[in-house]
């Protein structure tokens, strides 16, 4: 199942899908958590899992909402970070791997030169902001850290 | 826990979630007023992005409104189908956008109160309140900072600009008070460690404000403003005009979809 808003990313790689379970019975319960409120894929996501589900056979398909504890940008394992980075937008710092409190720059997903700015602090969807490389000066976007 | 759950009267959280619910559907409209209309492409952005968090935590907290009081109201039916009299936002989020400034002041204000205010409903004894605040102080804390750049860049900025945040603060003071009164339901609640201790915000609120306001060279009076009424139901001229457009469509069309 991909991410309506950032195909690359399946909803697992993002953290979003909790929990999938079989009861004895065939019914399937998923539980799904938004990453920011207002979160508009939500209603895709659950529609999309729903179908998928039903095209596997299900019959018997409840998807719950749960909201604790709040998603992180900490769910995203290293290799969703990586595919971010394949697709051009820049993902948020590794704080396990890259032991950085405090980042003051990006790297550009194109050239890897770390002279990038912000331009805005929001993006195109609520996870997202939008930076350029000075290097390259290409565009870009960053999957912003919320923790 | 549960002998604590049983002393709160369900009628007490649904005026409490109603309420806060109402702060962010109606500042939610306001700011979605902006789209296609800011100073800038990126403002644009994130006024769109502001709204649509604000969003997400109104249906949030309707829908637990709406649950806890029992009576087979949805989110929609509290959103689209309550006049202005049944309202109960705070005066402050339905003021109008007027220039840009007054629309970072009233963030302002507002994003630091529900930063607080998240803060402390995030430890609530209540699960479903704890769980809607601790996601939403992320997303609160975002929108602070974004008002607090502007307020500073705009304060310590031009003349011009200068003299439009000073009277954009001026403006909207009187009604710094209101979203630190402790009715009577929040009082129970609050004594029942559902909901948090409004004298103590407000300490905090004061400092904080007081502290940004004064980095961006602007003034305010000592007191809070006395401003009232719209927790109950008494509101201003503008909320009537906001609701007669956000509910418009639902009520020639009801359950319309697209």
Same mark, same amino acid.
């Given at each position: 199942?991909?991410?309506?808003?950032?195909?690359?990313?399946?909803?697992?790689?993002?953290?979003?899908?909790?929990?999938?379970?079989?009861?004895?019975?065939?019914?399937?319960?998923?539980?799904?958590?938004?990453?920011?409120?207002?979160?508009?894929?939500?209603?895709?996501? &659950?529609?999309?899992?729903?179908?998928?589900?039903? *095209?596997?056979?299900?019959?018997?398909?409840?998807?719950?909402?749960?909201?604790?504890?709040?998603?992180?940008?900490?769910?995203?394992?290293?290799?969703?970070? =990586?595919?971010?980075?394949?697709?051009?937008?820049?993902?948020?710092?590794?704080?396990?791997?890259?032991?950085?409190?405090?980042?003051?720059?990006?790297?550009?997903?194109?050239?890897?030169?770390?002279?990038?700015?912000?331009?805005?602090?929001?993006?195109?969807?609520?996870?997202?902001?939008?930076?350029?490389?000075?290097?390259?000066?290409?565009?870009?976007?960053?999957? &912003?850290?919320?923790? | 826990?549960?002998?604590?759950? *049983?002393?709160?009267?369900?009628?007490?959280?649904?005026?409490?979630?109603?309420?806060?619910?109402?702060?962010?559907?109606?500042?939610? @409209? /306001?700011?979605?007023?902006?789209?296609?209309?800011?100073?800038?492409?990126?403002?644009?952005?994130?006024?769109?992005?502001? !709204?649509?968090?604000?969003?997400?935590?109104?249906?949030?907290?309707?829908?637990?409104?709406?649950?806890?009081?029992?009576?087979?109201?949805?989110?929609?039916?509290? $959103? @689209?189908? #309550?006049?202005?009299? =049944?309202?109960?936002?705070?005066?402050?989020?339905?003021?109008?956008?007027?220039?840009?400034?007054?629309?970072?002041?009233?963030?302002?204000?507002?994003?630091? @109160? =529900?930063?607080?205010?998240?803060?402390?409903?995030?430890?609530?004894?209540?699960?479903?309140?704890?769980?809607?605040?601790?996601?939403?102080?992320?997303?609160?804390?975002?929108?602070?900072? %974004?008002?607090?750049?502007?307020?500073? /860049?705009?304060?310590?900025?031009?003349?011009?600009? %200068?003299?439009?945040?000073?009277?954009?603060?001026?403006?909207?003071?009187?009604?710094?008070?209101?979203?630190?009164?402790?009715?009577?339901?929040?009082? #129970?609640?609050?004594? !029942?460690?559902?909901?948090?201790?409004?004298?103590?915000?407000?300490?905090?609120?004061?400092?904080?404000?007081? $502290?940004?306001?004064?980095?961006?060279?602007?003034?305010?009076?000592?007191?809070?403003?006395?401003?009232?009424?719209?927790?109950?139901?008494?509101?201003?001229?503008?909320?009537?005009?906001?609701?007669?457009?956000? =509910?418009?469509?639902?009520?020639?069309?009801?359950?319309?979809?697209?």
């Amino acid at each position: 199942m991909l991410d309506p808003e950032l195909p690359t990313l399946t909803l697992e790689d993002l953290g979003v899908l909790r929990s999938v379970q079989v009861e004895p019975s065939g019914k399937v319960l998923v539980v799904l958590t938004p990453t920011y409120s207002g979160c508009p894929a939500l209603e895709v996501m &659950k529609r999309d899992v729903t179908d998928a589900l039903f *095209a596997a056979g299900f019959t018997d398909v409840q998807v719950d909402i749960e909201l604790q504890p709040a998603w992180t940008t900490e769910s995203l394992g290293r290799q969703a970070r =990586q595919k971010l980075a394949q697709a051009g937008i820049a993902p948020p710092p590794d704080r396990v791997a890259e032991a950085l409190p405090l980042r003051l720059s990006l790297r550009c997903p194109s050239c890897g030169s770390v002279r990038t700015h912000e331009i805005s602090r929001f993006g195109a969807t609520a996870c997202k902001s939008l930076w350029r490389c000075l290097a390259c000066g290409e565009p870009f976007e960053h999957f &912003k850290t919320h923790l | 826990m549960s002998s604590i759950a *049983a002393v709160v009267a369900p009628s007490d959280l649904v005026e409490v979630a109603l309420g806060l619910g109402d702060d962010c559907l109606i500042l939610s @409209y /306001r700011l979605s007023e902006w789209t296609a209309h800011a100073p800038e492409f990126e403002e644009d952005v994130a006024m769109a992005n502001l !709204a649509l968090d604000l969003l997400g935590q109104a249906r949030n907290l309707l829908t637990l409104a709406g649950e806890l009081e029992g009576r087979g109201r949805d989110e929609d039916e509290l $959103a @689209y189908l #309550r006049d202005d009299r =049944q309202f109960c936002n705070l005066l402050l989020v339905e003021q109008p956008n007027g220039d840009f400034a007054v629309t970072m002041a009233r963030q302002l204000f507002f994003s630091c @109160y =529900q930063v607080l205010l998240y803060r402390g409903l995030a430890q609530s004894s209540s699960p479903a309140l704890a769980g809607i605040a601790a996601k939403g102080v992320k997303e609160a804390t975002y929108h602070l900072e %974004h008002a607090t750049l502007w307020t500073l /860049r705009l304060g310590d900025g031009t003349e011009e600009s %200068h003299l439009r945040m000073q009277a954009a603060v001026d403006q909207l003071w009187p009604f710094t008070g209101e979203p630190f009164l402790t009715e009577a339901a929040w009082a #129970r609640l609050c004594d !029942a460690r559902v909901v948090p201790d409004l004298q103590a915000l407000r300490e905090r609120w004061q400092a904080e404000v007081r $502290a940004i306001l004064r980095e961006a060279r602007l003034e305010c009076p000592e007191e809070l403003g006395r401003q009232r009424g719209g927790r109950e139901g008494l509101h201003s001229e503008h909320l009537g005009h906001l609701l007669a457009e956000m =509910q418009h469509l639902h009520r020639s069309h009801p359950n319309a979809t697209w």
